[in-house]
């Protein structure tokens, strides 16, 4: 297995490099995620093309998060590339900040083309009314270690998506260890909403569980227009 780390103390954040020798990115990476969008430049970006449907999904809680695997056949082609949705997690609070501020959780969609690269679409997640998509995950959150096969439970994965798809979009990595770069980020600018009762309830399961903002080291982040 991995080696351990945490997002605290001596295996925390700042220490992933001393971990293991296969986190040397961590520290070393000069695209490293997440950031703190400040500034970016509006920019002639391709629409996001979701081909989203339902899935049964798998649900597991590996200790740093809880994350749904699903099965094949939910794409998101954009800019002639087609990325197929792997599974989605949480991190609270928000990993991403936009002008310094975060949002009590994001989703995470990871997503990987044909040429294996990784393509990630972040969700902010105010707290507000339930998201009824993500409305069985959170009825069925498992405690460490443990996988949920729920079934006939099939999410409805359209439906975690905020209905304006602009959008910032950046190079950048893993925010886990091993911080492998090469990470397409794209990061809606509407969020969607959790209930707050469902917000704290992941808090309580996982705890924080959010690395802190990365350099940019010159780098560009685009915005659509919309
Ligand atoms: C979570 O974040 C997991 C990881 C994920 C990592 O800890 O969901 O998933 C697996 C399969 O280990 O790593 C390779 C990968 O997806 C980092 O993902 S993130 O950069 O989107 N936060
Ligand atoms: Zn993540």
Redesign the pocket.
């Known amino acids: 297995p991995a080696s351990h780390w945490e997002y605290t103390g001596e295996k925390g954040a700042a220490h992933w490099s001393e971990v293991d020798p296969a986190f040397a990115t961590c520290a070393m990476g000069h695209l490293q995620?997440p950031i703190n969008i400040d500034h970016a430049v509006k920019a002639d970006l391709p629409p996001l093309n979701f081909h989203y449907g339902s899935a049964a999904p798998t649900i597991w809680n590996?200790g740093?998060?809880v994350?749904v695997n699903l099965p094949a056949g939910n794409t998101l082609d954009v800019g002639g590339q087609t990325y197929e949705l792997l599974?989605f997690?949480f991190h609270t609070p928000s990993e991403e900040r936009i002008k310094g501020k975060s949002t009590p959780m994001v989703v995470?969609l990871?997503h990987k083309n044909a040429a294996g690269e990784l393509g990630?679409v972040a969700v902010l997640i105010q707290a507000g009314a339930a998201n009824a998509a993500l409305t069985p995950v959170f009825q069925h959150l498992p405690r460490p270690g443990e996988k949920i096969t729920v079934d006939a439970l099939s999410l409805d994965l359209a439906a975690l998506l905020p209905k304006t798809l602009g959008y910032y979009d950046f190079a950048g990595s893993?925010?886990?260890p091993p911080c492998s770069e090469g990470?397409h980020w794209m990061v809606l600018k509407t969020p969607a909403t959790l209930s707050a009762a469902q917000i704290a309830a992941f808090r309580k399961l996982i705890g924080s569980n959010a690395r802190p903002v990365q350099p940019l080291n010159g780098r560009e982040v685009k915005e659509s227009g919309d």
């Open positions: 995620s590996n740093h998060t994350q599974q997690h995470h990871v990630v893993l925010t886990t990470v």
